[in-house]
């Protein structure tokens, strides 16, 4: 938290409440001003977003000055370099399991390690497993879910000339007991998309043993390994057939339609 004053006339409060959201606090001391939230995609743009207003602040005359709500004052903080995101893990045990069915879908865990991104992101349907290792004799019953998230509506940095805006790539897994909500990360961005991918079959080749590029959902997994459990694609819509009989009992002209409205993935 930030608190700072003008000449004991106006003040300016930040507070990082969350990693990827920071409430805004300004106005006239005395008063309790005006309050905003601003909320990021990544915890590291938050920080970013700190650093820079207030050192914005402090170049237009503010300084350190005890907080009336709080009672007390800043503490000193050493400067901080801001740097890429990498990784982000987050306990999900207090949330629903993962699904563990066939369709390609953005894990629901993604929702609570970044809001934002849920919203937006889609699963690559390239570079998505869902792994699960079942060994009765030792009691054990795990999933493993490997995602590569593809982000296309992000927003351009101020800093960017290039016209074309190229997606954010990130990878998302999420492990546990079958059951459980386990455990979830999100790495990235990534500078390339080679970098997730890489990323990404490194992980699949750790759990199950076996090359991505070789992999064949549903065979049997290697001893102590992942099994690889086979996916499908979601449809959005139903798609439906049409057609007519050759020798149609009420004498109609024969012919033949075939016809799906939607198989969209």
Known sequence: MVYLENSAIRFWRCEQISPTNVVIQYGKCGSEGRKLLKEFEESCEAESYIFKQEASKRKSGYVD???PVTGSHNRKRK???????SSKKVGLAKYPPSNMDHAI??????KVVNKILFRKAEVYLKLHAKLAQVEPTQNMDKYYIIQTIVDSNHKRPKTARRKILYPNFYLFTRWGHTGTGGQAKLEG???????AIKKFESIFKSKTGVDWSSSIPGTSPLQGKYEHLGTKMNPQ????????????????????IFSVLSSSP
Not at 105 to 110: Q, Y
């Open 65 to 67: 000055a005890k907080d």
């Open 79 to 85: 400067s901080k370099a801001v740097t890429p995101c």
């Open 189 to 195: 961005p990534f500078n390339e998309p080679n970098d």
């Open 237 to 256: 819509e139903k798609g439906s057939w049409l057609y007519y009989l050759e020798n149609d009992p009420l004498g109609k002209v024969s012919f033949f």
């Open 105 to 110: 879908e953005v894990d629901s865990g993604l």
